[in-house]
């Protein structure tokens, strides 16, 4: 997606607000190298859903992945170049 991230994560140690830092400031740090920019890249903050019953993965995945298809960037799910999921 051109505007926004979705994840469907197991967070296995640490909280997931300092994952989200790590990956928001190295993510930054990088494309501003390479496109030879300066500043910020990412909003403040993030938005989680946390995931408590394993029937809840399934749809979560499936919506995570048609989100490109809803958004009309493709036709078909797999014309997107960036999906994919262990969960489907």
């Not at 909003?43 to 394993?54: I, M, S, T, V």
Request: no cysteine; hydrophobic share 40%.
């Amino acid at each position: 997606m051109p505007d926004h991230l979705h994840w469907l994560i197991v967070l296995k140690q640490g909280s997931l607000s300092d994952l989200m830092r790590r990956i928001k400031g190295r993510s930054a740090k990088r494309v501003n190298a390479l496109s030879g920019q300066q500043g910020r890249l990412w909003q403040d903050g993030f938005h989680d859903r946390a995931l408590r019953r394993e029937e809840d993965i399934l749809p979560a995945a499936r919506y995570i992945v048609a989100n490109p298809l809803r958004a009309g960037l493709v036709d078909r799910v797999g014309d997107y170049p960036l999906w994919d999921s262990v969960w489907l």
